[in-house]
C-alpha cells in the first residue's frame, strides 16, 4: 500500500511537470529585471552581446558600411584619394555596381580617371567581379560536402597574379586580402593562412585590411589558443566581423594561454574583453584586466553595462517576482525554494560589493565612458543595500548625459523608496515624477510598488501593480502558490484576490473610494483600478472563504446593482471551469450573488442558533 | 541472259520493300514534367491500358553556371511509391551543350560524379517493383551535342558509365544519326531515336516543326546501320505558337483554335477573330496562331517509314514523348497502342 502511494505521488508529481512543458510558461527575458539600459545605445557594434537569454541578442548586426562617415574601408579609400573626395562618394564607388566609366558622375570615379589611376579602377572592377563568389553556397548537388568552385580557385590565382604585378603597397595589400578572403570561401583554409602570414603577419600600422584578412585566416590555425588570441584581435579592430569571429574563441582555455601571445597591453586587453563577453557568469577578474592593460577600452564601458545587467538579473529578478533570475532554466528550478532563492540572492549582492569595490577603484579620467561607472556606482550602491551611500553619490553627482540622467533618476526613486521604515512607507515625493516619467516602463513601476508591499505598504503597492493590465509581468507570491492552475502571477486582481488579507483590501477599497482626484500623478496613480464594484465582491468573496458572511453581504451590498451578475464568482462552478468551457450554463442557473447570500446567511445564522443545535 | 537480269531485278525490289519489323516491343513513355508530385490518376489508367511499363523520367537538366561550372537545374519532384508495380524507371537528364563547351577533363569528371550522386539521391523516391527489385539498372542522358562539344559530351558519359556501373543510353537526334562521320558514335549501349522536333519551331512558318515527314525521311537516307542498339521516340504532343503583331511570344500547350475564336487562314495558321484569354495570356483579334498537331495518320506514316529504312533489332523500346493526360485526350487508347503494335506489324 505504501509503495502504491509512492508510486502515485510520483506519477503525479511527473504529470505535474508535464504540465508545465505543455502549457505556457514565463521564460527568459519576459521575467527578467533590467533598469540598467539607457546605456545601451552607446555601444551599438557590441548590441548582439547585450546581456540576454538567448544565445545572441535577438538584435541585427549593426552595419556600419552603411554609415560611409565611420566605415574603416571607406576612410583608407578617401585617404587614398588624398582627401579629394567624399566618403559618399568612396562608398557609392566601392560599393556600388558599375560605376567605373570615365563618364560616372561618381566622384571618386572622376578622381582615378583623372589621375591616370588605372591601377586603381582595374582593382576596384576585379573586386566587383569576384563579389559573387564570396558566399558559402548551398552544394547546388545536394551533397553533404560544401560545394568548391573550380572557379573560385582561377580568381585566386588571379588575384595573386595581379598582387604580385601591383606596384602600390595598398593596392598590392587589397589584392592579397581578396586571395585570402576567395580562399577562406573556396573551403581553402591552408590557402588562406599561407597567402596571410606571407603578406599581412607582422604589418604596421595595421589597417581594416590587415584584420579582415585575419579573419579569413582564423579558420586556418590550429592551435586553439592561438586562434582565439587572434580572434580576439579582430573583435577589437574589425567590428563587421565581431559576431562571426566570436566562434573561433575558445573561452574553455586558461585565459593565460591565449594572453601569452598578445603582443602589448592592447592586445592583452583585446583577449580579456572576448574572454568576458563570452563568460556569462561572473566577468570581474576580466574587467579588472582589461582596466590594468587598456583602461579607455571602449569594450570597458560595454561590459561594465553588460555585467550590471547579470547582476539586476541575479538579484532583481528573483527579489521582485521570486522567479529564478532569468539564465537559471525554470523548469529545472521546479524545486527551488525561496529560501535558496534568497540566498543566492546574498551570494550575488556580495559579488555587486566586489564589484562596487572595483569600481571605487576606478580613475574616472581614465576610462572612456566615466558616465557608465558613476551610474553602475550608483546602482551598485543600492544592490548592497547602502541606501544612505546611493543617495548622497548620486546628489553628489551632476550628469551631463540624458541616459546617465535617467539612469540615476531610476536608482534614485528605487532607493527612497526602498529607504523606508517598515509600516512607514509611502511613494517618495522625488520618486512621482519619476514613476509619470517612466510610466510605461511597467517592470520599474512593479519594482516601485514590490518594494513599498514589502515594507507593508499594499495600498499603494496594489496601486502600482494595477498600472499593468497586459499581463507583460510574470511574479510568485512568497509562498511560490496561487489559488489558480498556474503557481504565477501575471495580473495585479488575481495577485490581490490569491495573497492579500481582507484588511488590506478593505484599506485599498476605502483609498480608491476616497480619491476624489486633482492630482496629475494620483489621477494616474488611481487610474489603474477602474472597477471598485470588483473589489467589493473580491472582499466579499475573501469574507465568505473566511465564514464571515455578515461582513460577506456588507461587501457585495456596496456594489452597484447593475455590477452584480457581472462578478467573477457569479459563474456556476458546475458549469463553468476555467480553460475547459465544454458546455454551457443554463439559464435557470445564473443567479447573482447578493441574493444568493443572503439566503445562505439566513441559514447559516438559523444552524448557529444554539437551540437549533444538535 | 535475260533471265539472270530478271531474277537480279526482282532480288532488288525485293531489298528494296523489306521491312525491319521488330519482333518485341517494350511500351514505355517519357516523363517530363518538374513540378508534378506523381503520376495522376487518368495517367495511371492510360498507363495500365496501354500495358506501358517503361518511364523514362526526367530527373533534372544541367547547365553551365558562372561560379559553379555547372549546375543541376529544373529538379523533379516526382514520387513513385508502389512496390507491387513492375514499372521500370529510367532516369533521364538533360544536359546544354553548352555545359560541354569549354570545361576541362577534371571538371568533366566531377560532372559525371554530380550527375551519378543526384540520380541515386533522387532514386530513392522511386519505389517500384522495377524489374522486380533490381533497382534501377539504366541512365539516359539526353544532350544535343555538335561537333564542337562531341570530344567532352562522350568523355563525360564514358565516365558516367564507369562510376555509375548502369546501363548507359543517350537521345539521338537524326542528324548525328545520319552524320556519324561528323557527329561520332557516342559510347553508349543503346541511343533512343528521336523522330520529332527537326526543325527549330520558329525558322520555317509553313513546317510542322514537330513532325514534318518529308524533312524526316530525308534524315533516314543512309545506307549504313547504326552501330548502337537503337530504340524509337516518337511525338504524342501538339503546341500553339503565338504571334502578336508578327512576333513571336508564347508557346501554348492547350489548343486554342478549336473554339469559334479563331478562323483558319492557311496551311497550319489560325488568327483570332475576338480577343480571348487563353493560358492565362490576353490574346487579341487579330493575333495569329500556328497550330501544330501530330496526327494519327502521321504517325503511323512516320513508322512505316521507320521499318523500312532503319535495320531494327528484335527487342526494341519505343517511347511516347510524353505522359500528360491533358495532351493525350488528343489520342484513344487504341490509336496510342496501335503507335506500338505498328512496330510489329
Not at chain 1, 502549457?23 to 555601444?43: I, K, Q, S
Not at chain 2, 537503337?230 to 513571336?248: E, G, H, M, R, T
Request: charged share 25%; proline share 4%; glycine share 4%.
Amino acid at each position: 500500500m505504501k509503495k502504491s502511494l509512492v508510486f502515485i505521488l510520483l506519477l503525479l508529481s511527473s504529470l505535474v511537470q508535464q504540465a508545465h512543458a505543455c502549457w505556457f510558461y514565463p521564460t527568459g527575458d519576459e521575467l527578467r529585471f533590467c533598469f540598467f539600459n539607457a546605456f545601451t545605445d552607446r555601444y551599438p557594434y557590441y548590441s548582439m552581446f547585450n546581456y540576454t537569454s538567448s544565445y545572441f541578442a535577438d538584435m541585427p548586426e549593426t552595419d556600419y558600411t552603411a554609415n560611409s562617415g565611420i566605415d574603416p574601408n571607406i576612410a583608407l579609400w578617401v585617404q587614398y584619394c588624398n582627401y579629394k573626395v567624399s566618403a559618399e562618394s568612396a562608398a557609392e564607388a566601392v560599393y556600388l555596381t558599375s560605376l567605373l566609366s570615365e563618364h560616372s558622375d561618381n566622384a571618386m570615379i572622376k578622381y582615378l580617371h583623372k589621375m591616370k589611376d588605372y591601377a586603381a579602377l582595374e582593382y576596384l572592377t576585379f573586386a566587383k567581379e569576384v563579389e559573387a563568389y564570396n558566399i558559402t553556397y548551398d552544394n547546388p548537388w545536394e551533397r553533404d560536402i560544401d560545394i568548391v568552385t573550380p572557379k573560385r580557385q582561377g580568381k585566386i590565382n588571379a588575384a595573386l597574379v595581379r598582387a604580385r604585378q601591383a606596384k602600390n603597397p595598398i593596392l598590392k595589400s587589397r589584392y592579397y586580402f581578396l586571395a585570402v578572403r576567395l580562399a577562406f570561401y573556396n573551403r581553402d583554409p591552408e590557402m588562406a593562412k599561407k597567402v596571410y602570414d606571407e603578406h599581412f603577419a607582422g604589418k604596421q600600422p595595421a589597417t581594416i585590411i590587415d584584420y579582415w584578412s585575419l579573419y579569413f585566416r582564423i579558420a586556418g590555425e590550429k592551435d586553439s589558443a592561438l586562434q582565439s588570441y587572434y580572434a580576439a584581435q579582430v573583435f577589437a579592430n574589425a567590428p563587421d566581423k565581431r559576431f562571426q569571429v566570436t566562434f573561433y574563441f575558445d573561452n574553455k582555455l586558461p585565459l593565460s594561454d591565449i594572453v601569452k601571445h598578445a603582443k602589448n597591453r592592447q592586445e592583452a586587453a583585446a583577449v580579456q574583453v572576448m574572454y568576458a563577453i563570452r563568460k556569462a557568469d561572473y566577468a570581474l577578474d576580466a574587467l579588472k584586466g582589461i582596466y590594468e592593460n587598456d583602461s579607455h577600452s571602449e569594450a570597458l564601458g560595454f561590459l561594465m553595462v553588460r555585467e550590471m545587467n547579470k547582476l539586476e538579473d541575479w538579484i532583481y529578478t528573483p527579489y521582485y517576482s521570486y522567479f529564478s533570475p532569468m539564465l537559471r532554466d525554470p523548469y529545472n528550478e521546479e524545486g527551488a525554494s525561496v529560501k535558496l532563492l534568497l540566498e543566492r540572492v546574498k551570494d550575488d549582492r556580495q559579488y555587486a560589493a566586489k564589484m562596487l569595490k572595483f569600481v571605487n577603484s576606478v580613475n574616472l579620467d581614465k576610462v572612456k565612458d566615466p558616465e557608465v561607472f558613476c551610474a553602475a556606482k550608483a546602482y551598485l550602491l543600492f544592490m548592497v543595500k547602502d541606501f544612505n551611500g546611493c543617495l548622497s553619490y548620486i546628489a553628489s553627482l551632476k550628469p551631463s548625459a540624458k541616459e546617465t540622467a535617467l539612469q540615476l533618476d531610476r536608482i534614485k526613486a528605487l532607493c527612497l523608496t526602498a529607504n523606508q521604515q517598515f509600516g512607514a512607507a509611502v511613494i517618495p515625493r522625488a520618486a512621482r515624477t519619476v514613476l509619470l516619467q517612466e510610466k510605461e516602463n511597467k517592470k520599474f513601476i512593479f519594482a516601485i510598488g514590490r518594494e513599498l508591499e514589502y515594507l507593508g505598504n499594499t495600498t499603494d503597492a496594489a496601486l502600482l501593480y494595477a498600472q499593468e493590465t497586459d499581463y507583460n509581468i510574470s511574479w510568485k507570491s512568497k509562498d511560490q502558490r496561487t489559488p489558480y492552475y498556474d503557481d504565477y502571477y501575471s495580473y495585479y486582481f488575481d495577485y490581490l484576490e490569491g495573497t492579500y488579507s481582507t484588511h488590506a483590501v478593505r484599506r485599498l477599497i476605502n483609498a480608491v473610494a476616497a480619491y476624489k482626484g486633482g492630482d496629475p500623478f494620483n489621477d494616474w496613480l488611481y487610474g489603474g483600478i477602474k472597477d471598485i464594484n470588483k473589489m467589493y465582491d473580491m472582499l466579499g468573496t475573501k469574507y465568505i472563504r473566511l465564514n464571515r458572511l455578515g461582513e460577506a453581504l456588507a461587501a457585495f451590498e456596496k456594489m452597484d446593482p447593475d455590477s452584480r451578475a457581472s462578478g467573477y464568482l457569479d459563474d456556476n462552478p458546475f458549469y463553468e471551469m476555467k480553460y475547459t468551457r465544454f458546455c454551457r450554463t443554463p439559464r435557470q442557473y445564473k443567479t447573482d450573488q447578493s441574493r444568493h447570500y443572503q439566503a445562505l446567511d439566513k441559514m447559516y445564522r438559523e444552524r448557529s442558533e444554539p437551540h437549533r443545535k444538535g | 541472259m535475260k533471265n539472270i537480269l530478271l531474277l537480279g531485278i526482282v532480288l532488288l525490289s525485293l531489298i528494296s520493300c523489306t521491312q525491319h519489323k521488330a519482333e518485341h516491343v517494350e511500351r514505355a513513355f517519357y516523363y517530363w514534367k518538374n513540378n508534378s508530385w506523381g503520376v495522376r490518376e487518368k495517367e495511371d489508367s492510360l498507363l495500365n491500358n496501354l500495358k506501358a511499363k517503361k518511364l523514362y523520367i526526367k530527373f533534372f537538366e544541367v547547365e553551365p553556371d558562372n561560379i559553379f561550372g555547372s549546375i543541376p537545374t529544373a529538379k523533379t519532384n516526382f514520387h513513385f511509391y508502389d512496390e507491387d508495380s513492375v514499372y521500370t524507371i529510367i532516369p533521364v537528364v538533360y544536359l546544354r551543350n553548352e555545359v560541354f563547351k569549354k570545361c576541362s577533363r577534371g571538371s568533366l569528371d566531377t560532372l559525371a560524379d554530380n550527375v551519378d550522386f543526384l540520380i541515386s539521391k533522387y532514386a530513392a523516391n522511386f519505389k517500384t517493383g522495377n524489374g522486380r527489385g533490381r533497382g534501377i539498372d539504366e541512365y539516359q542522358m539526353d544532350c544535343d551535342w555538335t561537333p564542337s562539344t562531341k570530344d567532352n559530351y562522350f568523355y563525360f558519359l564514358e565516365k558516367l558509365k564507369k562510376i555509375s556501373g548502369k546501363k548507359l543510353s543517350c537521345t539521338l537526334r537524326l542528324y548525328p544519326y545520319k552524320y556519324t562521320d561528323k557527329m561520332g558514335v557516342p559510347p553508349v549501349d543503346a541511343a533512343m531515336l528521336m523522330c520529332y522536333n527537326l526543325i527549330h519551331p520558329l525558322d520555317d512558318k509553313d513546317k510542322n516543326t514537330i513532325l514534318d515527314i518529308d524533312e524526316f525521311e530525308g534524315y533516314l537516307d543512309t545506307y549504313e546501320k547504326y552501330p548502337l542498339h537503337l530504340d524509337i521516340a516518337l511525338p504524342v504532343y501538339s503546341w500553339a505558337q503565338l504571334y502578336q503583331n508578327n512576333k513571336f511570344t508564347a508557346i501554348l500547350y492547350t489548343d486554342p483554335v478549336s473554339g469559334e475564336n479563331f478562323r483558319k487562314t492557311k496551311g497550319l495558321w489560325y488568327e483570332a477573330v475576338r480577343d480571348t484569354m487563353v493560358n492565362d495570356i490576353w490574346i487579341r483579334k487579330g493575333d495569329k496562331v500556328k497550330h501544330e498537331v501530330v496526327t494519327k495518320e502521321a504517325l503511323q506514316e512516320v513508322i512505316k517509314i521507320i521499318k523500312k529504312k532503319i535495320p531494327l533489332d528484335d527487342t526494341i523500346t519505343v517511347s511516347l514523348f510524353h505522359l500528360d493526360g491533358d495532351q493525350l485526350k488528343n489520342y484513344s487508347h487504341e490509336e496510342i497502342a496501335r503507335i506500338y503494335t505498328a512496330f510489329t506489324e
